[in-house]
């Protein structure tokens, strides 16, 4: 067990070297050494006390509102340093950002092809133009960014034409014609925004485990949050783990969208007993291993996220090309 | 960079292992074999607290009268252990205090023996000097090109190498 969700209401504290959560129903003891990351998810009290004490372990708490909306990380102190690294990830940011930032707008789009692919095998003929968009001009037009914000215009393109065609994947009727955030106006909307908020936490929590700077990016602007760099990392994986752990919530009809969604006048967002189905799913796929290719070795997805990071460093350091993310380095 | 024993061992294992741990990119043991190896230290031989001794930036499993001893996990890599160990011998001597090296595996594979004794000596110190003039020229240069060897699939670096 490596992450903890916290539901209830409660408080959390320390208790000798263990954490103990009180809830209503009593106390949950839960052993420090097992835990690599919190996530609470509901009102819960907690102390300096602990706080230190979960800093002096390494362990990162995400936490998230009653109504799913993640609010903050606390972030103990970095344990891996590396004065070299940072100079070389400034540096890159000078001169090799877009580089970058094309690298990881061409694993969105391979990832997104591949996910698709799976469907348009077993009929779904909707989407031909879509793939081959994604084969070929869209590939053509990240060549041809010479900007970052060349660069963000076909990254929107993709989800956007992406978006369009998630009616062709799913089978149960859903209102979903566009991508609204703040707040989600359908059930559509609030499993994406819970979806990717999971994932950006969940690589925050890789990428601590790295010598690599997080608040340092190379497509997200830098002052768009304190960890630029997982938004930047998390994307490569949003069709892999969050739209894959939706369109099979929906499809096989594991969430409920009468039950499992509070929908009020202007927004529309997973309950609770939602919220836990969501998260079952997205863990299990998040643990599925593989057999990774080159490392010869069964790793899972949410291990691939830290070695993206581990690619990026390999980049900066040695200068070796590198490719985030995709299906190739499965066996 | 001041060196220590651990890169004098790396040294000998893998220069690019020493390379990576001198410019400080320490990575986790994705298959635990750190802490595994850590949790086996403690058990076999550190059952007193604190037996380990900190001076300067070497760190001696255990001081006797007459010995200096290194405990290992397996005799895999012996001439890594024992330039370690001497590398402490010489430490050790700067200070005042003379002693001999004992190495003891807790797994024999290569020997039949689970002790080895090693002696600091004119010919060794001056080898020793000679290695860690290398290293030092090593970990200011470029890093060296990933070769697979025996001890890949164990090492902390395995995953950033072959990825
Ligand atoms: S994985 Fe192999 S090549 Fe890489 S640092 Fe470790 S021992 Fe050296």
């Known amino acids: 067990m490596k992450t903890k969700y916290l539901m209830s209401m409660g408080t959390l504290s320390r208790k000798d070297n263990s954490l103990d959560f009180k809830n209503e129903k009593g106390h949950n003891y839960i052993p420090i050494t097992e835990i690599r990351e919190i996530y609470l998810m509901n009102e819960?009290?907690?102390n300096t006390k602990l706080l230190s004490f979960l800093s002096q372990n390494n362990i990162i708490v995400h936490y998230f509102d009653y109504y799913g909306f993640y609010r903050g990380t606390f972030f103990p102190k970095e344990h891996y340093i590396s004065g070299k690294l940072l100079l070389k990830q400034i540096n890159a940011y000078e001169n090799k950002g877009i580089l970058i930032a094309k690298k990881i707008v061409l694993a969105i789009?391979?990832?997104?092809?591949?996910?698709?692919?799976?469907?348009?095998?077993?009929?779904?003929?909707?989407?031909?133009?879509?793939?081959?968009?994604?084969k070929d001009d869209c590939k053509n037009k990240i060549e041809k960014s010479k900007t970052i914000n060349n660069l963000l215009a076909v990254e929107g393109e993709i989800w956007q034409l992406f978006y369009k065609n998630i009616k062709y994947i799913i089978n149960q009727n859903i209102d979903f014609s566009r991508r609204v955030k703040r707040p989600p106006d359908n059930p559509m909307n609030a499993m994406i925004s819970f979806g990717n908020s999971l994932l950006y936490t969940k690589t925050i929590t890789q990428i601590y485990h790295t010598h690599l700077n997080q608040s340092i990016s190379y497509l997200h602007e830098l002052s768009k949050s304190r960890f630029s760099l997982s938004l930047d990392l998390s994307e490569a994986f949003k069709p892999i783990i969050v739209f894959k752990t939706i369109?099979?919530?929906?499809?096989?009809?594991?969430?409920?969208?009468?039950?499992?969604?509070?929908?009020?006048?202007?927004?529309?967002?997973l309950n609770e007993k939602g919220k836990?189905?969501?998260?079952?799913?997205?863990?299990?796929?998040?643990?599925?291993?593989?057999?990774?290719?080159?490392?010869?070795?069964?790793?899972?997805?949410?291990?691939?996220?830290?070695?993206?990071?581990?690619?990026?460093?390999?980049?900066?350091?040695?200068?070796?090309?590198?490719?985030?993310?995709n299906d190739k380095e499965k066996k | 960079m001041d060196i220590n024993g651990t890169l004098i061992n790396y040294y000998f294992h893998c220069k690019r292992q020493c390379w990576l741990h001198a410019n400080r990119i320490n990575l986790e043991n994705e298959f635990e074999l750190v802490d595994i190896g850590k949790a086996m230290h403690e058990i076999k031989f550190n059952n007193k607290k604190n037996s380990e001794i900190k001076i300067d930036n070497i760190s001696i499993d255990k001081l006797?009268?007459?010995?200096?001893?290194?405990?290992?996990?397996?005799?895999?890599?012996?001439?890594?252990?024992?330039?370690?160990?001497?590398?402490?011998?010489?430490v050790l001597k700067e200070k005042g205090i003379d002693r001999t090296g004992k190495l003891i595996f807790a797994e024999k594979n290569k020997q039949s023996k689970k002790t080895i004794v090693v002696k600091l000596d004119k010919e060794n110190e001056n080898e020793l000097l000679n290695i860690m003039k290398n290293i030092n020229e090593l970990i200011k240069g470029d890093i060296p090109e990933v070769k697979l060897i025996k001890g890949c699939k164990k090492c902390a670096f395995y995953e950033y190498c072959f990825l």
């Open chain 1, 247 to 269: 369109f099979d919530l929906i499809n096989n009809k594991k969430i409920n969208l009468k039950e499992h969604f509070n929908k009020k006048v202007n927004y529309c967002v």
């Open chain 1, 276 to 325: 836990e189905i969501f998260l079952i799913n997205f863990e299990k796929r998040l643990d599925n291993k593989f057999d990774h290719k080159s490392l010869k070795r069964k790793i899972s997805y949410n291990s691939a996220i830290k070695y993206d990071g581990y690619k990026l460093i390999k980049f900066l350091l040695e200068e070796k090309d590198f490719m985030f993310f």
């Open chain 1, 44 to 46: 819960i009290s907690l």
């Open chain 1, 109 to 134: 789009s391979i990832n997104i092809y591949n996910t698709l692919y799976h469907y348009y095998r077993h009929g779904n003929n909707e989407i031909y133009d879509y793939l081959n968009y994604l």
């Open chain 2, 64 to 90: 006797t009268n007459d010995y200096v001893i290194e405990y290992k996990k397996s005799d895999a890599d012996i001439e890594a252990a024992k330039w370690q160990l001497l590398f402490y011998l010489k």
